[in-house]
């Protein structure tokens, strides 16, 4: 039998990173009832991580970009809580942190690189609440990261 959410992301052409091992003292998702609670992911590229602040050294394209590399790991996290079947679940919300100077606003717009892959690979599954916002300094000098809520309906 198929998964059409894998299916999706092969014609995407996309390829989900492992689940990433947390940095620190915390678990990389926790499980409460029919909910995943997923830890902050960070951009990791090719390169290594996606580093800058956003209306200084990034731009919204940038931002954007390094907000859809978290996404790929906050899927992969999900995939690893939900027994490697992502058609199991659903996004519920999902909250960015944008690394970025005072007067930058765009944080939505950087977000909305998460946002959109989430919808294009999990369909109605990946609509979800949001929360966008500025964060003056985030660890390692990232660009952005963003924790989600999934559900196993």
């Not at 029919?34 to 602040?53: C, E, V």
């Not at 007067?103 to 959109?116: H, L, R, T, Y």
């Amino acid at each position: 039998m198929t998964n059409a959410v894998e299916d999706r992301l092969a014609e995407l052409g996309l390829t989900l990173p492992d689940a990433p091992a947390p940095a620190a003292n915390y678990v990389p998702f926790a499980r409460s009832g029919n909910q995943i609670f997923i830890s902050g992911q960070l951009p990791n590229g090719p390169d290594g991580l996606i580093t800058g602040k956003l209306g200084a050294d990034l731009d919204v394209a940038a931002g954007a970009e390094a907000a859809r590399l978290c996404a790929l790991s906050l899927l992969a996290q999900a995939r690893a809580a939900a027994d490697g079947d992502l058609s199991r679940v659903r996004l519920v919300k999902l909250v960015g942190f944008v690394n970025s100077t005072p007067d930058f606003g765009d944080q939505p717009k950087v977000v909305n690189g998460a946002s959109d892959l989430m919808v294009d690979v999990l369909g109605e599954k990946g609509r979800h609440a949001r929360s966008a916002v500025s964060a003056g300094a985030l660890p390692f000098g990232v660009a952005v990261e963003i924790e989600a809520i999934f559900e196993l309906p």
